[in-house]
Every structure is written in C-alpha cells, then in structure tokens.
C-alpha cells in the first residue's frame, strides 16, 4: 500500500520560505507522477505543481516563479520549494501521486502552511 507522509509546513512572515517534502512508502517504481495540490480555508482544493517521472515541472500561475518542484527518485520523495510566500499562499498542502503503471491516484494527509503578515 503506496502512502505519502508530508512535512515541512509552518508558520512563516510574508516573504519568507518554506520547503515541503513528501517521502513516497510501499511504491516499488519511480514510474509516476507527483505533486502538491493546496487547499484554504473554505476554499476547494487546487493545483499547485506537478512534475512527471523524468523531471518536467509545469506549476499554477498564482506560484510561477516562486516555488520549485523538484524530486528525488532514489529517495522516492518530492519537493515544494517556496519563496516569496503571501498570505493567499495560507493553505493546506496535499502530496499526490499518480501511478503511471495503474492510473491510481495517492494523496498525503496534508501539512499546514500558514503565512503571517
């Protein structure tokens, strides 16, 4: 059974960063997709960043050039670096998987970011 344990999350001041990491257990392939979905108070859940087995990044526009997504294969673990954080980026974030071999999708229980003013 895939599960997906993220950590990282915090509060931190407008303008500050935080990196989120998500470790990937019970997956015995790389062969995926991975990304990091948020979602804030009273508000649905959305695409933050995504990045496919070989490294191809694609991201929301509300975070084009202020986080990075990067991953780990050997690790099995993927990240979230953010920069530049605003208040809109107060959230819960969520790791998701998609296995390529199955089509099942994973999700994390989520890590709360919570940026200050």
């Known amino acids: 059974q895939v599960q997906l344990v993220e950590s990282g999350g915090g509060l931190v001041q407008a303008g500050g960063s935080l990196r989120l990491s998500c470790a990937a257990s019970?997956?015995?392939?790389?062969?995926?997709?991975m990304g990091w979905y948020r979602q804030a108070p009273g508000k649905q859940r959305e695409l933050v960043a995504t990045?496919?087995?070989?490294?191809?990044?694609d991201y929301a526009d509300s975070v084009k050039g202020r986080f990075t997504i990067s991953r780990d294969n050997t690790k099995k673990t993927v990240y979230l670096q953010m920069n530049s954080l605003n208040a809109d980026d107060t959230a819960v974030y969520y790791c998701?998987?998609?296995?390529?071999?199955?089509?099942?999708?994973?999700w994390g229980k989520g890590t709360l970011v919570t940026v200050s003013e």
């Open positions: 998701h998987m998609t296995s390529y071999w199955s089509g099942v999708n994973y």
């Open positions: 019970g997956s015995r392939s790389s062969f995926n997709g």
């Open positions: 990045i496919t087995d070989g490294g191809i990044a």
